[in-house]
């Protein structure tokens, strides 16, 4: 058997492949353009993309795609084939650097809220030479940014690579004031935690639901659940482990560096967890992970679900953004030094992250903000859709003694030298953990825990990024030139604690006590909903923000809004009619059947013996009848509440009524047909029940 070693990254075109197909002049040239972002020259361009091609076909490739993830969420690719006829009636393969730096795909149908209607209809996609050409199947895959022609991103990366680009900028500012003359540049990296659930292919098929929106709209409470906490990091059962084993095969390959991997919570949930890398290939691989986990499983019969939340009353399934800013020397910027001077800028890159997501609380929820995460944000499994962050016990100690200038009285285990410097010496704090935090320092990175199973991160490191270049700029804003550096930058970190502490939490996130404590005496935010949060994207604070760093132009931002709400009414509107569908033609009819039957046998019975009771049966004959003649109405006035989405005057007002009308029918329809699902025998129901699927892979 080959080892992992052998075939780690052999579908991948990556800088082992380069330095040996490339010549030494092209490969530095090239290794310039990804390291410095400077200009690729048409000559390098086409050396690189005949090397490209060679090395594509001798791995058995015959296509191309420009590989890119415009705002649906998933990724799109359009196949070439490197095929050219040649005079003698066969065909060459080629495969020109003008191919490989920009294409033009016919993208009109994908979303770009307005943008390209006021532009071209067409838009084009251009190579990024900082994510490694991979192949997937019998296709070489090259990431590339998709904008309109205008120049408008009308995808997740562009602005992903703006927004490090900011921070980038920012971050240098800062260091060098540190005296750090060195350091060219700064680069967030991010490790993406992902769960998932698994199940089969026969569950799958038999529920409309699952088939048609990812995640069941009926379901009665299963008798067994997660109650007993035997799934988290149980024995992974043989079918899961061949999956997870086929799946880590296909990752390696593709140089995805696939780590860790456990059973969650739920029963049938699962988690995969990859080493972190720089964020701009973090994200492409995360969304290759996604596609691939996927496909393996059907391979396996399985069905692989990434919706954050499959079942009503079962944990639903996040992605943890494990994240941190380093240099291109490798110093951790989160990670606290071991001199007082490291300690002090440690200390001002936390500060800058404080106030990032103090002050931009709003948009970190938006990043995170789906019709399906919004089942999953505040119940009792996620974090709350109020953002604080946890800092655990040494740092806060350390943050209050500079607020009140009082002496740092730390742990056993750390050294207080305050009167040496300006700010405390301490050590490196083992954080405890805090499961319940949305915004967690563990040690030398910060978790976001709010992101969605099948959130593209793009859009949170996008708002991380810029959220921290922001604190940073105004950081370097006010020390640069400042005659008195230390002093000026005390009062700084000091200013900071002062202003946003209130944004820091250490308790339980889960606590009703804590979201009154947040939103009533601290003024934090809590946008429980799409709905309620995305029309912020556009504040003036949030938009001046993200325009002044280059992220978003204005209109970007606009059309962006106007495409995340319309997946959320999209989203919702799928899931109601397929509901009203699920309950007319099939729920309604069975309880009817079950209840006919009944009925029937009651006759049957009395017959025999005419003074019967039969209190079994008109009882249950009773609350059937009650119950269907329910299912009717609601799924009848779900179907008026759809209509009525007709009427609004636009997207804001339309995901409002999904939001106050449609969401709230779903659930009174949903509330009885599970109702009714308890009291009807199971040779009647029309769909395999909770315990059938949760329980399916054996
Ligand atoms: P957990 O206990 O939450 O599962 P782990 O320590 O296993 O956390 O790490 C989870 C993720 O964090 C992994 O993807 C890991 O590679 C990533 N990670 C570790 N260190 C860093 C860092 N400095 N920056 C970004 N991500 C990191
Ligand atoms: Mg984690």
């Not at 994510?131 to 562009?158: E, M, N, Q, V």
């Amino acid at each position: 058997m080959k080892s992992v070693k052998d075939y780690f990254g052999s579908l991948v075109f990556d800088d082992r492949v380069m330095k040996s197909v490339l010549s030494a002049k092209v490969y530095a040239s090239l290794k310039k353009t990804i390291d410095e972002g400077t200009a690729l020259d048409i000559s390098v361009a086409n050396a690189v993309a005949s090397a490209m091609k060679d090395w594509a076909i001798s791995k058995g490739a015959t296509h191309f795609t420009h590989w890119f993830q415009p705002l649906t969420g998933i990724t799109a690719e359009k196949h070439d084939s490197f095929i050219s006829p040649s005079p003698d009636g066969g065909v060459i393969m080629e495969f020109s650097g003008k191919e490989l730096i920009k294409g033009e795909p016919d993208a009109s149908s994908f979303p770009s809220g307005g943008l390209r209607a006021t532009f071209e209809a067409r838009g084009y996609t251009a190579w990024d030479p900082t994510s490694y050409a991979f192949i997937k199947g019998k296709t070489l895959c090259i990431p590339t940014a998709f904008c309109s022609y205008g120049g408008h991103a009308l995808d997740k990366k562009t602005p992903l690579l703006r927004s490090i680009e900011a921070l980038n900028k920012q971050a240098l500012r800062v260091l060098r004031l540190f005296g750090n003359k060195n350091v060219k540049r700064i680069v967030p990296s991010v490790g993406p935690e992902q769960e998932y659930f698994l199940i089969t292919k026969e569950m799958y098929d038999a529920r409309p639901d699952l088939r048609f929106t990812g995640r069941t709209l009926f379901g009665a409470k299963p008798p067994k659940g997660q109650e007993m906490d035997d799934h988290y990091f149980g024995v992974i059962k043989p079918r899961v482990a061949a999956y997870m084993e086929e799946l880590n095969e296909e990752l390696w390959k593709l140089g995805i560096l696939a780590k860790t991997e456990h059973n969650e919570v739920a029963p049938a949930q699962h988690e995969l967890a990859p080493i972190y890398t720089t964020t701009n290939v973090a994200t492409d691989h995360n969304q290759l992970t996604m596609e691939i986990m996927q496909k393996i499983a059907a391979k396996h019969g399985l069905v692989c679900l990434l919706h954050e939340k499959p079942f009503a009353g079962v944990n639903g399934s996040g992605k943890h953004n494990n994240w941190s800013i380093s240099t291109d020397e490798g110093q951790n910027l989160l990670s606290p030094g071991d001199t007082p001077y490291e300690n002090a800028q440690f200390l001002l890159f936390l500060c800058a992250v404080i106030k990032a997501v103090d002050d931009y609380q709003d948009l970190l929820r938006i990043s995170v903000a789906t019709a399906g995460n919004d089942h999953r944000l505040g119940a009792n499994e996620a974090p709350p859709a109020v953002i604080s962050i946890f800092l655990g016990d040494e740092l806060n100690a350390v943050l209050k003694a500079i607020e009140t200038d009082t002496p740092y009285e730390g742990a056993e285990k750390t050294q207080m030298k305050l009167g040496v410097d300006v700010l405390p010496k301490f050590n490196r704090d083992t954080t405890d953990r805090n499961r319940t935090s949305p915004f967690a320092f563990t040690g030398n990175k910060f978790e976001f825990r709010m992101l969605g199973s099948s959130n593209s991160i793009a859009c949170a490191n996008i708002m991380l990024n810029s959220a921290v270049a922001e604190s940073l700029k105004i950081y370097a804003d006010r020390l640069e030139g400042v005659e008195d550096f230390e002093t000026a930058l005390h009062e700084m970190i000091k200013k900071t604690i002062k202003d946003h502490k209130r944004i820091i939490f250490n308790g339980n996130g889960y606590d009703d006590a804590w979201i009154k404590e947040a939103t009533e005496n601290r003024g934090l935010l809590n946008y429980r909903t799409t709905a309620d949060c995305m029309p912020h994207l556009l504040d003036k604070k949030n938009a001046d923000m993200l325009t002044s760093h280059k992220v978003f132009s204005i209109s970007e931002l606009n059309s962006r809004c106007e495409i995340m709400l319309e997946n959320y009414c999209k989203s919702v509107t799928i899931e109601a009619n397929t509901m009203v569908d699920m309950a007319k033609t099939q729920i309604a009819p069975a309880v009817e059947a079950f209840t006919a039957d009944i009925a029937k046998n009651t006759v049957a019975k009395r017959t025999v013996s005419p003074h019967i009771a039969c209190e079994y049966e008109t009882g249950l004959i009773n609350q059937l009848s009650g119950l269907t003649d329910k299912i009717e109405k609601y799924a009848d006035e779900l179907k008026n509440a759809v209509v009525a989405l007709g009427n609004a005057k636009d997207i804001i007002e339309e995901s409002e009524l999904i939001r106050d009308s449609v969401l709230p029918k779903m659930c009174e329809l949903r509330l009885t047909a599970d109702t009714a699902e308890t009291l009807t025998a199971k040779s009647y129901w029309p769909y395999p029940s909770y315990a059938d699927i949760l329980f399916s892979v054996k």
